[in-house]
């Protein structure tokens, strides 16, 4: 029985783990993978401010009013909130971060609260971040984005050229028209991808300059990319 505790991947001490990639990449659905197979909570900085918001918490007023001001949330605040949701109990064997750290100074505040204050809280932080890049080619990535097509009625997506619908234009489902967002055109889109690419760069070089980096093919089915980013997780290796 205890060796079959320890085979559990629910038992497992998995750590921070770090999900980088391009919008289209598929890390949304690496995210629920990891969540599903591990039983460790993903933590989006988006769903922070909404809930800290929602709940009026001090930390939530302060960006309330920011936000209502148009201006962006600074990291200080960003940082105190992310901090309060790892010292939770559920994040004691690991958590998946997910849109965080942004750039690099949110990278190395990250270290330091690792190493630092939540090491003497959670045995998870005592395990090095677990930094996994879901590498996807520039023209693949165009054509899933702007691929999309999603039902008006039941919310269905689909896409062109990957998971089309059986007629094409209509829903498998329900039988409604599809629809295009707006923001997948592929002016719009190129420039969401040049955007990620300005942003993430000097991320992307500080966790490899720490030989912390790995990558997998994210141009693979989204099977073998699952494989991929458990290897990682349980393993280390660079696949």
Same mark, same amino acid.
């Given at each position: 029985?205890?060796?079959?505790?320890?085979?559990?991947?629910? !038992?497992?001490?998995?750590?921070?783990?770090? %999900?980088?990639?391009?919008?289209?990449?598929?890390?949304?659905?690496?995210?629920?993978?990891?969540?599903?197979?591990?039983?460790? $909570?993903?933590? !989006?900085?988006?769903?922070?401010?909404?809930?800290?918001?929602?709940?009026?918490?001090? #930390?939530?007023?302060?960006?309330?009013?920011?936000?209502?001001?148009?201006?962006? /949330?600074?990291?200080?605040?960003?940082?105190?909130?992310?901090?309060?949701? %790892?010292? @939770?109990?559920?994040?004691? @064997?690991?958590?998946? #971060?997910?849109?965080?750290?942004?750039?690099?100074?949110?990278?190395?505040?990250?270290?330091?609260?690792?190493?630092?204050?939540?090491?003497?809280?959670?045995?998870?932080?005592?395990? $090095?971040?677990?930094?996994? *890049?879901?590498? /996807?080619?520039?023209?693949?990535?165009?054509?899933? #984005?702007?691929?999309?097509? !999603?039902?008006?009625?039941? +919310? @269905?997506?689909?896409?062109?050229?990957?998971?089309?619908? @059986?007629? &094409?234009?209509?829903?498998?489902?329900?039988?409604?028209? %599809?629809?295009?967002?707006?923001?997948?055109?592929?002016?719009? =889109? !190129? *420039?969401?991808?040049? &955007?990620?690419?300005?942003?993430?760069?000097?991320?992307?070089?500080?966790?490899?300059?720490?030989?912390?980096?790995? *990558? /997998?093919?994210?141009?693979?089915?989204? *099977?073998?990319?699952?494989? +991929?980013?458990?290897?990682? =997780?349980?393993?280390?290796?660079?696949?």
């Amino acid at each position: 029985m205890k060796e079959a505790a320890e085979m559990d991947p629910k !038992s497992r001490t998995v750590g921070p783990i770090i %999900l980088l990639g391009a919008p289209g990449a598929g890390k949304g659905t690496q995210a629920k993978r990891i969540v599903e197979r591990y039983g460790v $909570p993903q933590i !989006s900085t988006g769903d922070l401010l909404r809930d800290n918001v929602a709940r009026g918490t001090e #930390l939530g007023r302060q960006a309330k009013a920011i936000m209502e001001k148009g201006e962006l /949330v600074p990291d200080k605040l960003v940082c105190d909130m992310v901090a309060e949701r %790892l010292a @939770r109990p559920d994040c004691a @064997r690991g958590f998946i #971060l997910d849109g965080f750290p942004r750039t690099v100074a949110q990278a190395e505040w990250l270290d330091g609260f690792l190493t630092g204050e939540l090491a003497s809280k959670q045995l998870a932080a005592k395990l $090095p971040p677990v930094v996994v *890049e879901v590498a /996807v080619g520039y023209n693949q990535l165009l054509r899933r #984005l702007t691929g999309r097509r !999603s039902c008006p009625t039941c +919310g @269905r997506i689909y896409n062109i050229h990957f998971q089309p619908p @059986r007629v &094409a234009d209509i829903c498998d489902v329900d039988g409604a028209r %599809l629809e295009t967002r707006r923001d997948d055109c592929e002016a719009v =889109i !190129s *420039e969401r991808l040049k &955007a990620y690419e300005a942003q993430t760069l000097p991320l992307v070089q500080y966790y490899r300059a720490q030989g912390r980096l790995r *990558e /997998v093919n994210g141009d693979q089915a989204a *099977e073998a990319v699952t494989a +991929g980013v458990f290897g990682v =997780i349980e393993h280390g290796d660079r696949l």
